[in-house]
Nanobody, 120 residues
Framework: QVQLVESGGGLVQAGGSLRLSCAASGRTFMGWFRQAPGKEREFVAAISCGGSTYNADSVKGRFIISRDNAKNTVYLQMNSLKPEDTAVYYC??????????????????WGQGTQVTVSS
C-alpha cells in the first residue's frame, strides 16, 4: 500500500511560484495531475523510476518535476504561474515502471489533492 501525502498548495499572484511536495513510500513512477472545476483531470508532469521526466505542453518551460529518493519525496516546482493553472493538483503513483505518463488509468494510487489558486 502506497500512501501519498501532498503539500505546498496555496494562493499566489500570476507570475509567482509554488512548490508542491508529495511524500511516497517506495520508488515508483510518479506523476502530477490537475483538475479545474468542470474539467477533466489532466496530466501535468511525471518522473520515471529511473529519473526521466515528462511534461505537458502547457507547462513546459515553467514547471519542473524532481524527486529526492532519500526522502521518498517528489516535487513539482511551478514557476511563472498563470490564472489558468488554477486547479486541484493530485500526486499519483504507479508501481510499474513502464507507464504511459499522461494516462490517468496507469496510476495505482492518488493523493487527496491540494488546491492551487493563481490570481490575476
Amino acid at each position: 500500500q502506497v500512501q501519498l501525502v501532498e503539500s505546498g498548495g496555496g494562493l499566489v499572484q500570476a507570475g509567482g511560484s509554488l512548490r508542491l511536495s508529495c511524500a511516497a513510500s517506495g520508488r515508483t513512477f510518479m506523476g502530477w495531475f490537475r483538475q479545474a472545476p468542470g474539467k477533466e483531470r489532466e496530466f501535468v508532469a511525471a518522473i520515471s523510476c529511473g529519473g526521466s521526466t515528462y511534461n505537458a505542453d502547457s507547462v513546459k518551460g515553467r514547471f519542473i518535476i524532481s524527486r529526492d529518493n532519500a526522502k521518498n519525496t517528489v516535487y513539482l516546482q511551478m514557476n511563472s504561474l498563470k490564472p489558468e493553472d488554477t486547479a486541484v493538483y493530485y500526486c499519483a503513483a504507479s508501481f510499474g515502471c513502464t507507464v504511459v505518463p499522461g494516462r490517468v488509468t496507469a496510476y495505482d494510487y492518488w493523493g487527496q489533492g491540494t488546491q492551487v489558486t493563481v490570481s490575476s
